[in-house]
C-alpha cells in the first residue's frame, strides 16, 4: 500500500504567519547564507511593513502537512525593483531602468523540505502573481553555494541567465522570468 503525500499548500501570508516567517528566514540565512547582514535582509526586521501592506509586494508562504498539522516549509516574496545598485554593475541596473520591475526574492526552503515540490510552487505562484500585479519584467537572484540553488532556478520554467556575478562576495546569479514558460 503507498500512502499519498498531500501536496504542499501555498498561500499569501497572513499577519499570523509572520512569526514563524521569521524564524524560518533567520534560520536559513544563518545555516546557508552567511548570516543576517542588514544591507542586504532589513525586510526580515519588517515582514509586516514590508509585505503586507505596500502595493506591488507579497510573501507567500508554503506549508507542508505534519504531524500536528500544517507545517511552515519555506518562503517568497516579490518586491517592486530590480536589483540594489550598490551591488550590482551599472549596465544591469540600466537594464530595468524606466521599466516596471518586479523581484523574486526570498525563495527559502527548510533543508528538511527540499525535494517535495514546495520551492517550485512557491516560485511559481510569487512570479505569477508579479506578472498578474502588472511587473513588465520579473527578475530575481540566486546563491549559487547554497546546494541546489543554481539547479533549482536553471531549470525554473522560463527562466533565462542575465548576469553570472560570481565570484562577488555572494556568488550571485541573475535571472529574468519569461511569463510565457510558467504556463496557466
Given at each position: 500500500m503507498t500512502l499519498a503525500i498531500a501536496p504542499p499548500v501555498v498561500r499569501a501570508a497572513r499577519r499570523e504567519d509572520l512569526p514563524a516567517v521569521a524564524v524560518h528566514m533567520r534560520g536559513m540565512l544563518e545555516r546557508e547564507l552567511g548570516g543576517y547582514d542588514p544591507r542586504l535582509h532589513a525586510d526580515i526586521d519588517d515582514l509586516a511593513g514590508t509585505y503586507l501592506g505596500p502595493v506591488g509586494t507579497r510573501l507567500f508562504v508554503g506549508t507542508v502537512e505534519g504531524p500536528d498539522g500544517p507545517?511552515?516549509?519555506?518562503?517568497?516574496s516579490v518586491r517592486a525593483g530590480g536589483p540594489t545598485p550598490r551591488f550590482v554593475p551599472a549596465w544591469l541596473t540600466d537594464r530595468y531602468d524606466g521599466r516596471r520591475v518586479g523581484q523574486v526574492c526570498r525563495v527559502w526552503v527548510d533543508p528538511a523540505q527540499r525535494r517535495l515540490g514546495v520551492g517550485r510552487r512557491l516560485a511559481v505562484e510569487a512570479a505569477r502573481w508579479a506578472f498578474g500585479a502588472g511587473y513588465e519584467t520579473v527578475c530575481l537572484h540566486t546563491n549559487a553555494s547554497v546546494p541546489g540553488a543554481l539547479a533549482f532556478w536553471t531549470s525554473f520554467p522560463g527562466a533565462v541567465?542575465?548576469?553570472?556575478a560570481r565570484p562577488d562576495p555572494w556568488?550571485?546569479?541573475?535571472?529574468?522570468?519569461?511569463?510565457?514558460?510558467?504556463?496557466?
Amino acid at each position: 500500500m503507498t500512502l499519498a503525500i498531500a501536496p504542499p499548500v501555498v498561500r499569501a501570508a497572513r499577519r499570523e504567519d509572520l512569526p514563524a516567517v521569521a524564524v524560518h528566514m533567520r534560520g536559513m540565512l544563518e545555516r546557508e547564507l552567511g548570516g543576517y547582514d542588514p544591507r542586504l535582509h532589513a525586510d526580515i526586521d519588517d515582514l509586516a511593513g514590508t509585505y503586507l501592506g505596500p502595493v506591488g509586494t507579497r510573501l507567500f508562504v508554503g506549508t507542508v502537512e505534519g504531524p500536528d498539522g500544517p507545517v511552515l516549509a519555506g518562503t517568497a516574496s516579490v518586491r517592486a525593483g530590480g536589483p540594489t545598485p550598490r551591488f550590482v554593475p551599472a549596465w544591469l541596473t540600466d537594464r530595468y531602468d524606466g521599466r516596471r520591475v518586479g523581484q523574486v526574492c526570498r525563495v527559502w526552503v527548510d533543508p528538511a523540505q527540499r525535494r517535495l515540490g514546495v520551492g517550485r510552487r512557491l516560485a511559481v505562484e510569487a512570479a505569477r502573481w508579479a506578472f498578474g500585479a502588472g511587473y513588465e519584467t520579473v527578475c530575481l537572484h540566486t546563491n549559487a553555494s547554497v546546494p541546489g540553488a543554481l539547479a533549482f532556478w536553471t531549470s525554473f520554467p522560463g527562466a533565462v541567465l542575465v548576469h553570472d556575478a560570481r565570484p562577488d562576495p555572494w556568488s550571485t546569479v541573475h535571472f529574468e522570468l519569461d511569463p510565457a514558460g510558467l504556463g496557466g
